[in-house]
């Protein structure tokens, strides 16, 4: 299970696997996602850091001097870092690693990408207050807290959109007006599907309905006042999307839009094909179509359509995806019981291909079975697999930890490399390059 669903196997968890306290599919899904740890920014603080960070550097370079100094504020990669820290260090351990790959899936489905640097004071409350809570709920409530967060608000320039007629579009007519990212990105990729049926038109009509969901980081607003719905920013009139004429008004308008996406058959086709593909693979149209029906079936209820997912056979067929580089890290996380103190993850990411929580665009990392095996990627892999190994004990026996990892599943191949290695650190190294693991 862990192999397939969870983190990767650790020695402890392999060996009570093939004991009579063997976990079912049923314990998986029952087990929640640990909290990220205490003094992980909530959005507030967050929008506190940001602002902070922006008067510093104004103040310091109004009087000629260095940004940054004596700074009473992280940077967004402080912040970054400290989460990645967090989940390496639970991924260890962690008893839940469905669970954590369920928020792994979720973050990146709702993609909002600290490539847009200040995003991330933003990403951990998203994860902390949506993403963790979330995982066994409704979908719909999982979108409406995920596509309306400060964080997704400030990378798709939600925070500048601005109804036409509204009570601020006349002041500000020609310098600020209406953006359709948040309504494009919600139809085409957390929804409907790039296939789902949707036209142009409904693009803009959902963008005049998030229109008053905003944020407002100027310096003159009241404090308290900064995070949510603005009405003065909110286009007045009903809203025509999907051939469906919605009258409500305020924040009301755009959650019932949301709620009918979420409802909608297409979202059903596309949600559970990037489940699929995420977690199994693709070229699997049978396990795709039974797990839309459970997801029709329970009106989006993501606890059955978790559980139908690791019940059906056909989910665990022999391993058909690469492991991307974060799913390697948490893997070498668990199989050690912990990365060397000496070993810089958020540098060994970017390296990759995967600096975290950075993908280049709204889709976030791709979902192909082989989209992590180019030739250079995986010359990158053993680069960070040598650098691991040599940073172990070298009393750590490779062979020994492949037996009580993989046991009989591991191959002759394998179990052959890891046995003539010029030493153990090299056969650590190969026991990481390895098919076995590797492959998920």
């Known amino acids: 299970m862990e192999a397939r669903f969870g983190l990767g196997l650790s020695p402890r968890e392999a060996l009570s696997a093939h004991g009579a306290q063997r976990s079912t599919p049923q314990d998986w899904t029952q087990r929640m996602a640990d909290p990220l740890p205490p003094g992980t920014l909530n959005a507030v603080e967050g929008l506190d850091h940001f602002l902070r960070r922006r008067a510093s550097v104004i103040a310091t370079r109004a009087r000629g001097g260095r940004p940054g100094e004596g700074r009473d504020w992280l940077t967004p990669g402080e912040v970054a870092e400290q989460v990645l820290k967090a989940r390496l260090d639970a991924a260890a351990t962690t008893q839940a690693g469905f669970a954590e790959r369920l928020v792994w899936f979720w973050n990146d489905h709702f993609t909002a990408s600290a490539a847009i640097i200040f995003v991330a004071y933003f990403l951990p409350d998203r994860e902390q207050a949506v993403i963790r809570p979330g995982l066994r709920g409704s979908f719909a409530s999982l979108l409406k807290g995920a596509v309306l967060h400060p964080s997704m608000i400030f990378y798709l320039d939600q925070r500048r959109s601005l109804g036409p007629n509204s009570e601020l579009g006349a002041r500000f007519r020609g310098r600020l007006g209406l953006n359709e990212n948040l309504a494009r990105e919600i139809l085409e990729l957390h929804t409907l599907g790039a296939d789902g049926g949707y036209t142009q038109e409904d693009v803009s009509e959902f963008a005049l309905a998030l229109t008053g969901w905003s944020m407002d980081v100027s310096p003159q607003a009241p ?60 070229g699997l149209p049978g396990l795709e179509a039974r797990l839309e029906a459970t997801f029709l079936r329970t009106q989006g209820d993501l606890g059955a359509v978790t559980r139908a997912l690791v019940e059906d056979v056909e989910a665990w067929g022999p391993p058909r995806k690469v492991r991307s580089p974060m799913e390697f890290l948490f893997a070498t996380a668990r199989l050690l019981g912990g990365l060397p103190a000496a070993v810089k993850p958020t540098s060994a990411l970017t390296a990759m291909g995967q600096p975290f929580w950075s993908p280049s665009s709204p889709k976030g990392w791709p979902l192909e079975d082989e989209a992590w095996a180019a030739p250079d990627a995986i010359k990158t892999r053993l680069d960070w697999a040598k650098e691991v190994a040599a940073q172990v004990p070298p009393t750590l026996d490779p062979v020994a930890l492949l037996d009580a990892t993989y ?34």
Do not use: C, K, W
């Open 223 to 282: 404090t308290g006042q900064r995070l949510g719905f603005f009405p003065e920013r909110q286009e007045p009139g009903p809203r025509r999307v999907l051939g469906r004429v919605y009258t409500q008004t305020g924040p009301d308008l755009a959650l019932a839009i949301l709620d009918d996406l979420a409802h909608h058959p297409a979202t059903a086709r596309n949600v559970t094909r990037r489940m699929v593909r995420h977690f199994v693979g693709h």
């Open 407 to 440: 046991g009989s599943a591991a191959s002759p191949e394998t179990r052959r490399a890891v046995a003539r290695a010029a030493d153990r650190r090299q056969g650590l190294a190969l026991l990481l390059l390895s098919p076995e693991f590797q492959r998920r």
